[in-house]
């Protein structure tokens, strides 16, 4: 089991860039997901245990950058828009080294999300 809390959400204005943090050590692989409203769910970027493998959404046009260090992952957010405001969450589950997880079964632990508003 692991306690995870995610940091660094609040309002922001059109275009702006944003960095949330997740504090996790480099025994769990890391997953971003958010729940825009209106929609379900979605995944938003995976970054594996070791840190050298990285999967983030093809949606999201490579405005979000899932990383990590050997403490804490990361979900870096640029060109934010409105339609990027919602509640965005971290998840972890223990896997092999360079594994990552897109679906939001592959995860055990879920922190309780950060709200993101981008607003002008």
């Known amino acids: 089991q692991v306690q995870l809390v995610e940091s660094g959400g609040g309002l922001v204005r059109p275009g702006d860039s944003l960095t949330l943090s997740c504090a996790a050590s480099?025994?769990?692989?890391i997953g971003w997901f958010r729940q825009v409203p209106g929609t379900e769910r979605e995944f938003v970027g995976a970054?594996?245990?070791?840190?050298?493998k990285i999967k983030n959404s093809d949606t999201l046009r490579g405005r979000f950058t899932a990383s990590r260090d050997r403490t804490k992952a990361y979900l870096q957010m640029s060109d934010l828009r409105p339609e990027d405001t919602g509640v965005y969450y971290c998840a972890a589950r223990f896997e092999r080294w360079d594994s990552v997880g897109v679906a939001q079964t592959d995860y055990t632990s879920w922190g309780p999300g950060t709200q993101v508003t981008v607003s002008t």
């Open positions: 970054v594996s245990r070791s840190g050298r």
């Open positions: 480099n025994d769990w692989q």
